[in-house]
């Protein structure tokens, strides 16, 4: 079981990231994914996250009309759709899954992908 994200980098204020979770070793349509994002000093911070089956999509309001995620069966690969990126979108950025339900927990993590936005 592996979650890889890719797609970080440097960018100006106002630009634009697209980040890529490839999944691998379990049933990709079985699990939602969530996008989260920890910059340096700052807690972890849940910013999307895509259902699993119906591929239902929810933001934190701080990305919210910028940040678009989407997923594609074939390709196992959820995406995140990053636009008019601001200096404190800066952090490294985490894919995870989780079966669906309430309860349910995040229990696989990529390893994470820096984006940087320079002001």
């Known amino acids: 079981v592996q979650l890889v994200e890719s797609g970080g980098g440097l960018v100006q204020t106002g630009g634009s990231l697209t980040l890529s979770c490839v999944a691998s070793?379990?049933?990709?349509?079985?699990?939602?994914i969530g996008w989260f994002r920890q910059a340096p000093g700052k807690e972890r911070e849940g910013i999307s996250c895509?259902?699993?089956?119906?591929?239902?999509?929810d933001y934190a309001d701080s990305v919210k009309g910028r940040f678009t995620i989407s997923s594609d069966s074939a390709k196992r690969t959820v995406y995140l759709q990053m636009n008019s990126l601001k200096p404190e979108d800066t952090a490294v950025y985490y894919c995870a899954r989780k079966r669906p339900g309430y309860l349910s927990l995040y229990d696989t993590w990529g390893q994470g992908t820096q984006v940087t936005v320079s002001s």
């Open positions: 895509i259902s699993a089956i119906d591929r239902d999509t």
């Open positions: 070793g379990f049933r990709f349509d079985d699990y939602a």
